[in-house]
């Protein structure tokens, strides 16, 4: 009996990557639209390889697929697959850290840039009928004064920090991942979490979802930032209580805000955030280029392929079997 491999859900015009490396390989090819849990779990039934984009993917559907089997995630998150119920049952899961770092670390820069400078309100200023750039902008230090902190320093960070170098800019980082040699070797001085949202001027969002960093940023991790101090959050929209962080904007506890991750997505119409000043929003975009959608759904087709031979996945999530392995050195 052939292979058999199934895509849950997808945004992409096209699945031809994906569907070219399963008949290469003589395994069947299914492409769905998953809405639930239980779409899921029917579509994957008897599946070899699943590949995942938004559906939520539980432990139901982990044991409707067959033993030995890979579960592929379209993206740098897994939240929406049960990884535990993954690695009991011995599947594989991998994902796609590395198809939009460039385009992460861009779009959150472009973020800082915008903020710091204050060009939303110097815009609506105008448009509202103002000429007045001091009253509007102050009060507004120069780069080389300004300090940003990175709550998470990994690889989208630095990309993040490799680009803001050029501006002058002082650096913080928390990230109980990074030693004291390489805080150094980065040139970003190395402190605890209240250190970190006491001192900077801006604080960027780097960190994954994890139970010791959902909810991190409430009203009372708002209430330690400066007055003048502003936040970026392209990371994980679980990493801030978004009714605290819209209040602190109104009642001017930080001066701004730039989002482009949420709790639900899209964003409620009735989500305090819509009316909260000083804040940019962005759909989510901050992965995409045309360039990153090829790039993504190649990485996806080539980890069909690895699946179909047998092989772990190019990048397996943290904790499961593949990883153990890939860390032992098993694993090429």
């Known amino acids: 009996m052939s292979a058999r491999v199934v895509v849950t859900d997808y945004t992409f015009p096209a699945l031809t990557a994906e569907q070219a490396a399963a008949t290469d390989a003589g395994a069947t090819f299914a492409a769905h639209q998953c809405k639930s849990a239980a779409d899921a779990v029917q579509a994957v039934a008897g599946a070899d390889v699943a590949v995942v984009q938004f559906a939520p993917f539980d432990a139901q559907a982990v044991a409707a697929m067959n033993p030995g089997g890979t579960i592929l995630r379209y993206g740098i998150g897994y939240d929406n697959i049960d990884t535990d119920a993954a690695a009991r049952a011995g599947l594989h899961v991998g994902y796609v850290p590395d198809y939009c770092v460039d385009e992460v670390a861009e779009h959150t820069t472009a973020a800082v840039l915008t903020l710091l400078r204050k060009l939303m309100p110097l815009d609506a200023s105008v448009r509202g009928g103002d000429w007045a750039a001091v009253a509007v902008a102050r009060p507004m230090k120069p780069f080389a004064e300004t300090v940003i902190g990175f709550f998470g320093l990994g690889q989208i960070g630095r ?113 305090p955030l819509r009316g909260a000043p000083n804040l940019l929003l962005t759909p989510h975009a901050a992965w995409y280029s045309e360039a990153a959608i090829a790039r993504l759904q190649g990485l996806v087709a080539q980890d069909i392929t690895r699946a179909l031979q047998g092989l772990a996945p190019r990048k397996p999530v943290p904790g499961g079997p593949a990883a153990r392995e890939e860390r032992k050195g098993k694993i090429a």
Request: hydrophobic share 60%.
């Open 159 to 271: 990309a993040v920090l490799d680009r803001l170098r050029g501006f002058g800019f002082r650096f913080l980082a928390a990230d109980p991942a990074l030693s004291a040699d390489e805080a150094l070797a980065l040139g970003v001085a190395l402190v605890d979490a209240d250190a970190l949202f006491a001192r900077a001027d801006l604080v960027s969002l780097h960190a994954p979802a994890l139970p010791d960093t959902i909810g991190f940023v409430d009203a009372t991790r708002l209430a330690q930032m400066q007055p003048h101090a502003m936040l970026v959050n392209a990371a994980r929209g679980q990493l801030v209580v978004e009714a605290d962080l819209a209040r602190a904007l109104h009642d001017g506890v930080i001066a701004g805000a730039a989002l482009d991750v949420f709790h639900a997505e899209p964003l409620p119409a009735a989500s």
